[in-house]
């Protein structure tokens, strides 16, 4: 396994731990190695899949700095966020159960990969002052959400709300987002991928067939939802070059250190 994405083994089930440091943030290189990762399980025949990532940070979204490095190269921002939705679809069609273990912060395409997921249990911060928050925080550097992107959150938690977040660029605080529904378990930092492999259990004793028929279809539409027509990445990478977008990717690297 790419070094990337770690593989620790839980009898039949299989973690794959995002492990690419600071903040698991999102390249091309990490996102095809989780990919690999979510095939070779499936080809090896595990029973189900939980995907971690570091204590307190889940993952921080896309690469902002690497995806600004590419200047003016059209095709390769384009290639980047299609690795990115490829990672996304992958586990939203996967053909066996995923729980997303949300380590930690989960902005932007965190927020997403977690979406993609059968199951989302969220670290509770252990300083209740600075609670560990999971969204869709585009609008506040100056993306737009894509629609396929959006559906994912309508999905869990309802139009009118989902519209609210999505517009702000919100991010929720781990306690509102339990009450919300955008996480279905809180747990301490040590106890969310235990916590995982407990949900899957019950899950995993049930006749294997019918589950995972009665699981694709119920999963039909969170697959439909990435498709390319619902991304419009052409669109998308276009708006990266607006000068509002521009300007509030520039904040963003500064507030990082990375201008």
Not at 32 to 43: F, H, K, M, W
Not at 154 to 182: T, Y
Not at 186 to 195: F, G, I, K
């Amino acid at each position: 396994m790419n070094a990337l994405v770690q593989t620790i083994d839980h009898g039949r089930i299989r973690e794959l731990r995002l492990a690419r440091p600071p903040v698991n943030a999102l390249d091309p290189v990490l996102c095809r190695a989780l990919i690999s990762g979510l095939e070779t399980a499936v080809s090896e025949d595990m029973d189900a899949v939980v995907v971690s990532g570091a204590p307190g940070m889940f993952s921080a979204g896309l690469d902002v700095p690497y995806l600004m490095s590419l200047g003016e190269d059209r095709h390769a921002l384009q290639a980047a966020w299609g690795a990115f939705f490829g990672a996304a679809r992958a586990l939203a069609g996967l053909r066996i159960p995923v729980v997303a273990a949300v380590t930690g912060h989960a902005p932007a395409g965190g927020c997403v990969l977690s979406l993609c997921c059968d199951y989302r249990i969220m670290a509770r911060s252990p300083d209740p002052a600075k609670p560990f928050a999971i969204g869709m925080n585009e609008t506040q550097v100056g993306l737009a959400v894509p629609d396929g992107a959006q559906q994912l959150m309508r999905r869990v938690i309802g139009h009118h709300r989902a519209e609210r977040l999505l517009v702000a660029g919100a991010m929720v605080p781990d306690q509102e987002a339990l009450r919300i529904g955008l996480v279905d378990e809180l747990a301490a930092v040590e106890e969310v991928v235990p916590r995982a492999l407990a949900w899957l259990e019950p899950l995993l004793r049930l006749p294997r067939a019918p589950m995972l028929q009665t699981r694709a279809l119920a999963r039909a539409d969170l697959v439909r939802a990435l498709d390319p027509e619902h991304l419009h990445l052409d669109r998308f990478v276009e708006g990266w070059y607006e000068p509002d977008t521009q300007a509030g990717l520039r904040a963003l690297l500064a507030k990082l250190g990375k201008a």
